[in-house]
């Protein structure tokens, strides 16, 4: 499904709350592979594929008020908006415009981390590992033996079955090779992750 965002003649206000909506939508539903919106900003005096200058007005991101450098985008709620989504304030922050003004894209700080190790051997310890609140960066993995750790690792490898059942994108497989002196005691390694945004130990199934 390819999500194609209008931005009509509804205000300025509207437009905003549709680019964060629509990002929104386009994260939570795999199905959507791409989002666009037709006009950044419209060039002042120009005109595209025949339209009128007042109409590519209306269906640009950005007014031309805005400034040929963007000098004025800040005075824009949808410029605001536009900022939300990059990857440095989505799901990341709770300051930016959609967060405040829709609830959208906050940080968020549940304790649903997933892990599980579907290999132990005395050589090899294999799973996969991730957190839901920020399901594009890899975990970090460690592994200890009488509550001392003794080895981490990212959870960075492809798991495409993962990725299936979770409908999310990203690496998010570990492997350790565990070291020959705790291999005589690898049944009792224990493999735990924390939660990324608050710290919180789970321990691996």
């Not at 539903?29 to 120009?46: G, M």
Request: proline share 3%; net charge positive.
């Amino acid at each position: 499904m390819i999500y194609s965002l209008l931005l009509t003649d509804l205000g300025e206000k509207y437009k905003a709350e549709y680019i964060c909506q629509a990002h929104h939508y386009s994260l939570s539903n795999p199905e959507v592979i791409s989002q666009t919106h037709n006009h950044f900003q419209r060039a002042i005096n120009a005109t595209s594929l025949n339209d009128e200058p007042e109409r590519l007005e209306q269906h640009s991101m950005l007014p031309a008020g805005a400034g040929k450098r963007l000098e004025n985008r800040n005075k824009y709620k949808a410029f605001k908006a536009y900022l939300s989504t990059s990857q440095s304030n989505w799901n990341e922050k709770n300051s930016h415009y959609c967060c405040q003004n829709y609830g959208l894209g906050c940080l968020r700080s549940s304790n649903n981390i997933k892990i599980r190790v579907d290999k132990k051997t005395h050589s090899l310890i294999r799973g996969w590992s991730y957190d839901p609140d920020k399901a594009h960066k890899p975990t970090v993995v460690y592994f200890q033996l009488d509550n001392k750790v003794i080895g981490k690792t990212l959870s960075n490898m492809p798991r495409a079955g993962v990725n299936r059942a979770f409908r999310i994108s990203g690496n998010h497989g570990f492997k350790w090779i565990v070291p020959t002196k705790y291999r005589d005691s690898y049944d009792k390694i224990e493999v735990f992750v924390r939660d990324l945004t608050t710290g919180t130990k789970t321990m691996a199934n």
